[in-house]
């Protein structure tokens, strides 16, 4: 089943297992898991595994990418830290600034658009058909594979004790330098141990330069 929409949010959530203050925001963000023009993403960052509990989900590749996007906005690393469209940074908690910026930007008019016409795994990947309109140059495409919904007993660290779920786990991220409007194909390899069923593909398209997402669509496999 696939699923498209035009003008969306794009919700990345940089998190930790290992942070106490970060399971209100994970189940936040499961609250926008759900919505048609919401796209929510959970990028779990790895400078918390030094305090004991190493987060089965950590990648320095997200720690890197939340370096990115704070070097950009002038802000500091921090989690739960929230980006939205690539461009606003807040508390991944404050569910009131979260709200009103996702009105701002649905009283926007998108400037593309993204739709994904196929999604299938084959060989070890998912091979994706995907189609872009409007104003897509300078700009790259990103594919996330999302595991929607995991469940962790944290056995160390700040949250040891706790069982955890989180949603929207980003278990494999790819970026696409080179894009062109029309029809297009492209793959990514599926992340070990997770069940098809419970896995999600995401694209959106950012501007290089400033970060701004114009476009996204996911696909349920």
Same mark, same amino acid.
């Given at each position: 089943?696939k699923h498209?929409?035009n003008?969306i949010?794009?919700l990345?959530?940089?998190t !930790?297992q290992?942070?106490?203050?970060c399971?209100p925001?994970? #189940? *936040? ?9 919401v796209?929510a993403?959970?990028?779990? =960052?790895?400078y918390?595994?030094r305090l004991g509990w190493n @987060?089965p989900f ?5 720690? $890197?990418? #939340?370096i990115m996007y704070d070097?950009? *906005?002038?802000?500091e690393?921090y989690?739960?830290q929230l980006?939205?469209n690539? #461009?606003?940074?807040?508390v991944g908690s @404050? %569910? ?7 009105t701002?930007?649905? !009283?926007e008019?998108p400037?593309a %658009?993204?739709?994904i016409e ?10 994706i058909?995907?189609n872009?309109t409007g104003?897509? $140059?300078n700009?790259n495409?990103?594919?996330?594979v999302l595991?929607?919904?995991?469940? +962790?007993?944290?056995?160390?660290g700040?949250n040891e004790? =706790?069982?955890?779920? @989180?949603?929207n786990v980003?278990r494999?991220?790819?970026t696409i330098?080179s894009?062109? !409007? ?5 793959s990514i @390899?599926?992340?070990s %141990?997770?069940?098809?069923k419970?896995m +999600?593909?995401?694209?959106?398209? #950012?501007?290089k330069?400033?970060?701004k997402? %114009?476009?996204?669509a $996911?696909a349920d496999l």
């Amino acid at each position: 089943m696939k699923h498209v929409t035009n003008n969306i949010a794009v919700l990345e959530l940089f998190t !930790s297992q290992g942070c106490s203050s970060c399971p209100p925001a994970d #189940q *936040l963000i499961g609250t926008y898991a759900s919505k048609t023009n919401v796209i929510a993403l959970s990028f779990h =960052v790895d400078y918390w595994n030094r305090l004991g509990w190493n @987060d089965p989900f950590s990648s320095n590749e997200y720690t $890197r990418r #939340q370096i990115m996007y704070d070097s950009l *906005l002038k802000a500091e690393e921090y989690t739960p830290q929230l980006i939205i469209n690539g #461009q606003t940074e807040m508390v991944g908690s @404050d %569910s009131i600034k979260i709200s009103s910026t996702l009105t701002e930007i649905f !009283s926007e008019r998108p400037h593309a %658009s993204l739709n994904i016409e196929n999604a299938e795994p084959g060989n070890g990947k998912i091979n994706i058909k995907y189609n872009l309109t409007g104003n897509v $140059r300078n700009s790259n495409l990103n594919i996330a594979v999302l595991e929607n919904k995991t469940v +962790t007993p944290v056995k160390a660290g700040e949250n040891e004790g =706790v069982t955890l779920t @989180d949603y929207n786990v980003v278990r494999n991220f790819k970026t696409i330098g080179s894009i062109g !409007s029309g029809e297009n194909t492209a793959s990514i @390899d599926i992340p070990s %141990s997770v069940d098809l069923k419970n896995m +999600t593909v995401v694209l959106f398209l #950012q501007k290089k330069g400033n970060n701004k997402i %114009s476009a996204a669509a $996911r696909a349920d496999l």
